[in-house]
């Protein structure tokens, strides 16, 4: 990992297309202009993280409702019996 001081106004060329730059800096937060081709996908990597909790958790709730009928049909087979 690459750790590096900016100051307002100062930017970081990443590989040839895309120049990311400082706009604002105060407390704990960085305001930053990311220039970059239309085919680079720039996302915040939070979201990307709570996107696929949320995947998991649905694989999850699929299984959980899954495991649950089967539960339900030896159920009623039992009664059945």
């Known amino acids: 990992m690459l750790v590096l001081y900016r100051k307002r106004g100062d930017s970081i060329l990443i590989g040839e297309d895309i120049t990311l730059?400082?706009?604002?800096?105060?407390?704990?937060?960085?305001?930053?202009?990311?220039?970059?081709p239309r085919d680079v996908a720039i996302l915040r990597k939070e979201l990307l993280e709570a996107a696929e909790v949320n995947r998991e958790a649905?694989?999850?709730?699929?299984?959980?409702?899954?495991?649950?009928?089967?539960?339900?049909?030896?159920?009623?087979?039992?009664?059945?019996?």
């Open 21 to 36: 730059t400082v706009i604002e800096s105060s407390g704990d937060g960085v305001r930053l202009a990311i220039d970059a």
């Open 58 to 81: 649905a694989k999850a709730d699929a299984a959980n409702k899954k495991a649950l009928l089967k539960m339900n049909e030896i159920l009623k087979k039992k009664e059945h019996n």
